[in-house]
């Protein structure tokens, strides 16, 4: 049957320059290092790159990637998984805020988690309504089905939110590096903070280290990690698995959850709701989205559904908002 709707049709971005970068890529373009892509075509013969030395690469990339390590060591958000959820915190809270410091973190080497594909490997992506508000917000294009749209391809999704994340100035993305610890700074019940784990600790940053580093703590020499120092944390790693639930799982090691109440079975109608609900700060200065939560709570799972990952990104965007600006009014940043 065919779709009763279709969502509004998409303008394509087209590039441009501005006045100065135009005028520099003339002159390249005088020397012969910058042309249309249509004069190469058919002209293979003679092509050549234009020249570099190897030490040039390196360079280019290190100085860029040290540069930006120093920016971000002292943040004010950091989002611990680049999945649909932490995506679309990320794309929210820099659209909101850009004059925050936003460090997105991803222990894969491709962020994105399990949203480049629907379930079991098909490739359209379901989203129940309202959620299509979002995909409208970020450009996404998809079918409309009455109480849920389809996206064609679960990759035109997280491809076009992680584009959005990465144009923007205020973002970091640090992939192929894990968490391996919170930070964490004295908290007592008088604080005027709303966590709901045991008094005791309120999470000031996160603990860092290259993904492959981690993986080898066991059959290595003590290799330490890097930190990053920031007021608000929020944490998306999904359910139990290899790196997820971390946040939650350290909670627990750390006594201030008694105890994770476990995924439950699969219920759609259950699970949206639950999870987009229960957002929220876990423990001062920590926000849990996505299936995270259902290791806490006790929720059920949602299957191939990913209305409520991108809602609770949007929901959790905010939560940590709400936490950074009453900490800054009570001068604690």
């Known amino acids: 049957m065919a779709p009763t709707a279709v969502s509004p049709t998409q303008q394509h971005a087209q590039l441009a320059f ?3 970068k135009k005028a520099a890529v003339d002159e390249r373009a005088g020397e012969g290092l910058t042309k249309p892509l249509a004069d190469m075509m058919g ?11 190897e030490s040039t690469v390196s360079r280019a990339m290190t100085r860029r990637y040290f540069a930006d390590l120093d920016q971000h060591a002292e943040s004010d958000i950091v989002i611990i998984g680049a999945g649909s959820c932490g995506l679309s915190a990320a794309y929210t809270l820099g659209r909101l805020r850009p004059d925050l410091r936003i460090t997105l973190i991803e222990a894969g080497v491709a962020p994105g988690g399990g949203a480049w594909l629907g379930g079991q490997l098909f490739s359209a992506m379901v989203l129940r309504k309202p959620a299509d508000a979002f995909l409208r917000e970020v450009g996404v294009p998809y079918e409309d089905e009455g109480d849920f749209v389809v996206v064609k391809h679960a990759a035109l999704f997280t491809s076009t939110v992680l584009s959005k994340v990465l144009a923007m100035d205020n973002v970091k993305l640090f992939n192929a590096t894990a968490v391996e610890d919170l930070i964490t700074r004295p908290h007592h019940d008088d604080d005027d903070a709303e966590g709901e784990g045991g008094a005791g600790v309120r999470i000031a940053g996160v603990v860092t280290n290259w993904t492959l580093v981690s993986m080898h703590h066991d059959d290595q020499s003590c290799m330490d990690p890097n930190t990053i120092n920031a007021p608000v ?6 359910h139990d698995g290899p790196f997820g639930a971390f946040s939650v799982k350290r909670l627990v090691s750390m006594k201030q959850l008694r105890q994770l109440e476990g995924m439950r079975g699969l219920d759609m109608l259950r699970a949206e709701d639950a999870i987009v609900r229960n957002t929220r700060e876990i423990v001062p200065g920590l926000i849990v989205g996505g299936m995270e939560l259902s290791e806490i709570d006790g929720a059920n799972r949602m299957g191939p559904t990913f209305g409520a990952m991108a809602l609770s990104g949007v929901k959790a965007a905010e939560e940590a908002l709400r936490v ?3 900490r800054k009014k009570q001068n604690e940043l």
Do not use: K, M, Q, Y
């Open 324 to 326: 950074f600006d009453l």
């Open 18 to 20: 501005s006045a100065g």
């Open 43 to 53: 002209n293979w013969e003679n092509f050549s790159f234009a020249p570099i030395r």
């Open 233 to 238: 944390v929020i944490s998306t790693t999904g």
